[in-house]
Structure formats: structure tokens, C-alpha cells
């Protein structure tokens, strides 16, 4: 099965930047997902990479290393609002459609 | 508007007493899903569903029960085997559900309480 590791929490301040990590499992992978989730909310997706290479949305960004296993979500120009946390989600196996949820990272952003 | 709806969004039952939360969508998707989250965990998958009176057992379907007699709905039903029922649950749902890249979207949350 997949196994997704993302920091615990982390702390940035408003209008700077923060980069949250995500390793996975390289084997039958097949793409990576970030969402975001507001306490007692429900996550909101992201972004979603398949390819080598860094993707940018706006303030969000991400980004993709597949022969790493690794990943990262960028957020630029920090507000108040992006204080939630951000999962990373793979494929729990080769040629799987179910996905494994890391366990989160929460990122309070402070004035 | 298009979406996906749970209700309620907080449920409170006495122990030994089954419950069924309820899970809609609009969005002419084929796949559904049922996961838990408990505070500090990941997202735990229940049960999941790609078509029409087909469903299958996720990683923690013990004390758990689904149907899918329609597109449009995937209920949960939380019974007395479930040893520790107390979590937020979330309803999703994907286009096609055939590959792992079909992006999963999320109902709002039912908060389950059991007293």
C-alpha cells in the first residue's frame, strides 16, 4: 500500500512564504493530489500533478519529483485565510482508484 | 448549483443505536465514497462505490454498511458493531472512478456523536 508523509504543522507569517512537503511511495504511482481543509470543513481540492515539474495556480503552486517521491505545495503572499491544513493524497497502489490521505499539515499563518 | 450534500452536518445517537447519514450528489458523477476522519488522522476510506447496486469494503469497513440503488445517493449506515463510532465523515465523488487521476470532490461533513 501507499504511504504518504507530511510535517505535522508549521508556522508561517502573513504575506511570506511556506513550502509543505509530501513524500510517497514511487511504486505504480500515478499522480498526486493536494487539497485543503478548513477546521471542521470539508477539504477543497488544489491541485493535482502527474508530470515532473512545478505547477503554479495563482498564489498556490505545486510541484512534482517522481523518481524522488517527493512533492510540495507553495504558497506565496500568505493571508490569514490560508491557515487550514493541506493533505497530500496518492494512489493507494498500482492502478488503484482509491487514494491514501496523508494525515495532514497545518499551517497557521500569524500577523 | 451542482454538488454534493450530507446531512445533517452534526448527528448525535446513544450507543447501540444504528444511524444512517446521508450522502446526494448532482454532478452525474459514477463513483462515490465514504471516509472518516478522526482528529489528527488522515482520511480513512469506508467504502466506495463506481456504479449502480456495486459497492466495495475500503480499509475500515467493519461496523459499516452501504447501498447504491441510485446514482445520485451512496447512504452510510453506522451500526452498533462499529466500536468507536464518534468522527467527522465525508462523502465524495469522482467522474469516472476508474483510474486513480479522477479528482475527488467532497460533500460539507457529517459530525457523528455518539453518547
Known amino acids: 500500500g501507499q504511504n504518504i508523509d507530511q510535517p505535522t504543522e508549521m508556522t508561517a507569517t502573513e504575506g511570506a512564504i511556506v513550502q509543505i512537503n509530501c513524500t510517497y511511495q514511487?511504486?505504480?504511482?500515478?499522480?498526486l493530489f493536494w487539497y485543503q481543509q478548513h477546521a471542521g470543513e470539508a477539504p477543497t481540492f488544489l491541485s493535482y500533478?502527474?508530470?515532473?515539474g512545478l505547477e503554479e495556480k495563482g498564489r498556490f503552486s505545486s510541484f512534482l519529483s517522481r523518481s524522488k517521491g517527493y512533492s510540495y505545495l507553495l504558497l506565496k503572499e500568505l493571508q490569514m485565510k490560508d491557515s487550514a491544513s493541506y493533505l497530500c493524497a496518492a494512489p493507494s497502489g498500482a492502478g488503484s482508484y482509491q487514494l491514501t490521505f496523508g494525515k495532514g499539515t497545518k499551517l497557521s499563518v500569524i500577523p | 448549483d451542482g454538488g454534493i450534500t450530507q446531512s445533517p452536518k452534526y448527528l448525535f445517537r446513544k450507543e447501540g443505536q444504528n444511524v444512517t447519514l446521508s450522502c446526494e450528489q448532482n454532478?452525474?458523477?459514477?463513483?462515490m465514497y465514504w471516509y472518516r476522519q478522526d482528529p489528527g488522522q488522515g482520511l480513512r476510506l469506508i467504502y466506495y462505490?463506481?456504479?449502480?447496486?456495486?459497492?466495495q469494503k475500503g480499509d475500515i469497513a467493519e461496523g459499516y454498511s452501504v447501498s447504491r440503488e441510485k446514482k445520485e445517493s451512496f447512504p452510510l449506515t453506522v451500526t452498533s458493531a462499529q466500536k468507536n463510532p464518534t468522527a467527522f465523515y465525508l462523502c465524495?465523488?469522482?467522474?469516472?472512478?476508474?483510474?486513480?487521476?479522477?479528482?475527488?470532490?467532497f460533500g460539507p461533513g457529517t459530525r457523528l456523536t455518539v453518547l
Open positions: 465524495a465523488s469522482s467522474i469516472i472512478g476508474r483510474t486513480s487521476t479522477d479528482t475527488q470532490y
Open positions: 514511487t511504486s505504480g504511482f500515478n499522480g
Open positions: 454532478l452525474n458523477h459514477d463513483a
Open positions: 500533478n502527474v508530470l515532473d
Open positions: 462505490s463506481q456504479i449502480v447496486n456495486d459497492f
